[in-house]
């Protein structure tokens, strides 16, 4: 990609706004899942109910994406993205006021908190509606890169929580998301162009299109993985090896960063190589690694192991997203609802794998190579469709396939 190319094109306030909300909105929308080890003990959670906890805002999330997309197409990418941030600040702020005493107040949190997670199909049709189709896999991976989030949210939220309460951890994020939106009101713009507003007959005709339910099932195995694991892994290091909620979310955010870095990096690596080729080998790349996880004893060895795997999640998901705009550009907000609620479901399944395995077996070891089972899925699943995709929508492609 040429660099003085890249600055000409579109609009960098408009990215770099996007990229702070979503990275804002990704930071809360995992927020339970960075303090699940501590509030479990003080509610009295199972096991089950620790990862249902955790995993509430990301099947929230999943689905308020779809609506988000549909109030995009209505009233621009600019308004609900206000509207998105200020229900998620009036949401912890009522939670750090009053606390939250019960599992069913933390899953109406999660709930709420779901709206931050639906920035996802708010932040990149704004920013990637700037740039031309041969960029795409870049940008959209830089916006989308603000699922970096996690990683400030594993290794602040366990520090302030030990030292005022985790409970103080929502008021303290109220910081960073006023800041962001504040950027957002003053810097970012709507995309040009008129786009036809949607409806939800539009969602199930798309979902008539045999080629919806691949990339929808693409980003449920990557964006599942990455989220689902970002989301369980403080609660899984802190009960696997003992660890310390401080030491877990240490744990969880060296596992996770790389995932969200990853995102631009197999943007532009599909780019270069074609989606299709990029996702086979992340996929192959994640199938190993969750294997290694799954039956590792060692610390080192396992979080070794879940940090190539965050890795290659988060660098299908820029792949994914790379092959999207391709194959769907006139419905590419739709489609972004749609693919980003195949995500989030992910995410969920994951973190019930987790709960699940260890309630009825003692361990996570199940959950993990389930996982791992639908990831092999997934790379068949890509065998079976590249060969069309290469000689039909993707040879008039913008951009290598």
């Known amino acids: 990609m040429n660099i003085a190319q890249f600055k000409k094109s ?4 408009t990215l770099a706004t996007s990229f702070l909300y979503f990275d804002v909105s990704f930071m809360v929308w995992t927020l339970l899942g960075a303090l699940g080890a501590m509030i479990a003990p003080d509610l009295s959670l199972t096991a089950d109910q620790k990862f249902l906890m955790v995993s509430t805002p990301i099947l929230a999330g999943a689905f308020l994406r779809i609506a988000l997309s549909m109030l995009v197409d209505r009233i621009g990418t600019k308004k609900t993205g206000i509207i998105a941030q200020l229900i998620v600040m009036a949401g912890l702020f009522v939670a750090w006021q009053h606390g939250i005493h019960s599992l069913n107040q933390a899953l109406i949190l999660g709930g709420i908190l779901g709206v931050a997670g639906a920035s996802f ?6 920013s990637g509606r700037w740039y031309p189709p041969h960029m795409q896999g870049v940008v959209l991976g830089l916006a989308g890169a603000g699922n970096v989030g996690v990683v400030i ?4 939220a366990p520090r302030i929580a030990a ?29 040009p162009g008129e786009f036809k507003k949607k409806k939800l007959s539009d969602y199930a005709k798309l979902l008539s299109e045999k080629d919806a339910h691949w990339f929808c099932f693409f980003y449920t195995i990557s964006f599942g993985g990455f989220v689902g694991l970002a989301t369980a892994f403080a609660i899984y290091f802190s009960d696997q090896f003992g660890l310390k ?13 790389v995932g969200a870095l990853g995102r631009p990096m197999g943007g532009a690596l599909a780019d270069k190589l074609g989606g299709i080729k990029a996702l086979g080998v992340f996929y ?25 795997a965050s890795g290659a999640f988060g660098m299908c998901n ?15 907000s739709v489609m972004t609802g749609l693919v980003g609620c195949g995500g989030g479901i992910g995410g969920f399944l994951l973190g019930r794998m987790f709960g699940l395995s260890k309630q ?27 060969t069309r995709w290469r000689t039909t929508w993707g040879a008039t492609a913008a951009a290598r396939i």
């Open 163 to 191: 030292h005022w309460g985790w409970q103080s951890v929502f008021g303290a994020a109220l910081i960073p998301l006023a800041l962001a939106f504040i950027l957002y009101v003053i810097f970012s713009k709507e995309p």
């Open 153 to 156: 949210d594993h290794l602040a």
């Open 245 to 257: 909620p401080v030491h877990a979310g240490e744990m969880a955010a060296f596992c996770t960063l």
């Open 360 to 386: 009825h077996t003692g361990n996570y070891t199940v959950g993990i190579l389930l996982f791992a089972g639908l990831c092999v899925i997934a790379l068949i699943g890509l065998r079976l469709v590249k």
């Open 10 to 13: 579109g609009h960098w306030p």
């Open 121 to 126: 199909a708010v932040a990149l049709p704004q």
């Open 318 to 332: 820029g792949s994914v997203f790379q092959l999207l705009p391709q194959r769907f550009a006139k419905d590419i």
């Open 284 to 308: 192959s790349v994640a199938i190993v690694s969750l294997i290694v996880a799954a039956l590792a004893h060692n610390l080192w060895i396992c979080g070794a192991a879940f940090f190539v």
